[in-house]
């Protein structure tokens, strides 16, 4: 019972102690035909419409074709990560802007890339896989900063493996690669690794792939970045952190109920300000604390700048260790990549961790069954380049990008085995025996020169022939020679389409500057001048 202004107002809440009797089937009804249908209705709605667009998307997934792309590099690589930089700026031209009907009723949704490092015995390779009608724009890209790389068309060497966990031959290990903080904070970039002195760049990418190349026959190690083109939102995140690590006043959007609410507050603090002689609501300075900040959180607030101020793409890493069962290696294949991933963490900013979905069960509860289907999962999502199974995506730019993907950086390359010849001389005639211990001889022309025994040092080769010679389509190489042929014949034509469409511009905006620039008087002497005539 209430009473307000001298009426009284009374609540009967006996039907909530009736409701409370009875069972619990006539609760649900009750509450059903009293409104309660209307949540179930929308429900029914919802999934409806979930399973149009999904049917709609499976439909358009089916109409599209992918490659695989084998890249090579010269023997002889001096291009810094800075060259795949600019590769990955072209590969953002992928970006599809959809209109909300298009990604409805027709299912479309932003297509991606796949970049790939995998060691197949001991045996690195880098692909690609793309899109077909992407195809002249991947190898463009490649071509325009690597004019000796060579692109093969290769099968899809997972396609297969055919195999099911538990398996009596094959044993795996793998797992989603989830950032340790928000992603708006980037990791530890390739130009962190470069010496202060000497400017000389420590190949970031070197462990990961001594650790690859130590593989034997029967593992396999596969390094798996989905990468998919997106647009400019993701920025305003960062710039919002940014602005709050630095002091400065963010905007908030505040819905109608705290609108409703904080407006009479509003009203009441200025009405008071005005009686009793307050600051004006508004005139409160703010201290920016962008000169003030501590080392750690001013190097926060750069890298956070750094980060926004490049391109971005939506990505997901993966990595897979597979084996059979007598050569599975733990310890060099997890251990030894999750150390190499570890130098990529920058402690006051972002790095890398392996994430909830990894192929390991910890509590005893149907262990070997919680672990033959994570097995089974992983295997599947790396197979199929599934991006939505595991963690979400996430934003790297096309720096972070060029770190974990680049081509190695490298003075000299050579054959997987590299032979070093050698030579030994007999000493100067003009050197005493003594010095030596032997006497002095006259050198001939048979033993002057030795040839001592050849010396095998292992050499990572990023350029042998080992994976297309299992996988490639055209085991010749023709189709592929004459197809690079064809792509730097396009591009240089449309360069100097480029070159002569920017002559032109320039002459006709002189062309146009004569026109309209007014004609200058005739300079008039005057006549008492000796050389005038």
């Not at 966990?165 to 980037?186: M, Q």
């Not at 396999?220 to 997106?230: G, K, R, S, V």
């Not at 994976?467 to 240089?492: I, L, N, P, W, Y």
């Not at 002569?500 to 005739?522: D, M, N, R």
Request: hydrophobic share 40%; with cysteine.
């Amino acid at each position: 019972m209430l009473e307000i202004f001298g009426y009284t107002i009374s609540f009967d809440w006996s039907w909530v102690d009736r409701l409370g009797d009875q069972p619990f089937y006539y609760l649900l009804w009750y509450f059903f035909i009293n409104g309660g249908w209307i949540l179930f209705v929308l429900v029914i709605i919802w999934g409806l419409y979930l399973i149009f667009v999904y049917s709609r998307q499976m439909k358009f997934a089916s109409k599209q074709n992918y490659i695989f792309l084998a890249i090579d590099i010269p023997k002889v690589n001096l291009q810094s990560p800075k060259a795949v930089e600019n590769i990955f700026s072209v590969l953002a031209g992928a970006h599809m802007p959809l209109e909300w009907e298009e990604q409805v009723f027709n299912g479309v949704f932003q297509l991606g890339f796949s970049l790939e490092i995998i060691s197949i015995d001991g045996y690195i390779q880098f692909i690609i896989r793309t899109p077909i009608h992407w195809r002249d724009l991947v190898e463009s890209a490649i071509y325009s900063q690597y004019p000796d790389a060579e692109v093969t068309e290769v099968e899809d060497y997972t396609a297969d493996l055919d195999i099911a966990f538990p398996s009596d031959e094959y044993n795996i290990w793998g797992s989603d690669l989830a950032l340790t903080r928000d992603y708006w904070y980037p990791i530890r970039t390739y130009p962190d690794f470069e010496h202060s002195m000497s400017q000389e760049l420590k190949d970031p990418l070197a462990a990961l792939l001594e650790v690859m190349n130590k593989l034997g026959p029967g593992e396999q190690f596969w390094f798996q970045i989905l990468l998919y083109p997106t647009g400019f939102t993701w920025m305003a995140a960062g710039e919002k952190a940014l602005k709050k690590l630095i002091g400065q006043k963010v905007p908030e959007k505040k819905s109608f109920l705290d609108e409703l609410i904080e407006t009479p507050i509003s009203w009441l603090n200025e009405f008071g300000n005005q009686l009793f002689g307050g600051a004006p609501a508004g005139e409160k300075k703010e201290e920016d604390r962008m000169y003030f900040l501590p080392p750690k959180e001013n190097q926060q607030a750069e890298a956070i700048n750094r980060k926004v101020s490049k391109i971005g793409f939506e990505c997901k890493l993966r990595i897979v260790y597979f084996a059979k069962k007598e050569v599975f290696n733990k310890g060099l294949g997890v251990s030894g990549t999750i150390g190499a991933i570890k130098q990529f963490t920058d402690l006051n900013t972002n790095g890398f961790k392996p994430d909830k979905n990894k192929t390991n069960a910890r509590w005893p509860w149907f262990k070997k069954r919680r672990l033959h289907y994570k097995q089974n999962r992983i295997f599947n999502a790396y197979k199929s380049r599934d991006a939505q199974t595991g963690s979400a995506l996430y934003i790297l730019n096309i720096e972070e990008l060029a770190t974990i993907f680049h081509f190695p950086y490298m003075e000299t390359g050579g054959p997987l085995i590299k032979k070093i010849e050698s030579k030994k001389a007999m000493a100067p005639i003009e050197l005493p025996g003594e010095a030596i211990g032997l006497p002095v001889e006259e050198p001939t022309a048979a033993d002057s020169v030795e040839k001592k025994e050849e010396e095998k040092i292992p050499v990572i080769d990023y350029d042998d022939d080992y994976f297309e010679e299992r996988f490639a389509k055209d085991k010749t190489g023709k189709t592929d020679k004459k197809r690079k042929e064809k792509v730097v014949k396009k591009m240089k034509k449309a360069e100097a389409k480029k070159k002569v469409e920017a002559k032109l511009g320039i002459e006709q905006k002189f062309a146009k500057e004569l026109e309209t620039e007014p004609e200058k008087p005739k300079e008039e002497f005057p006549g008492n001048l000796p050389f005038v005539e």
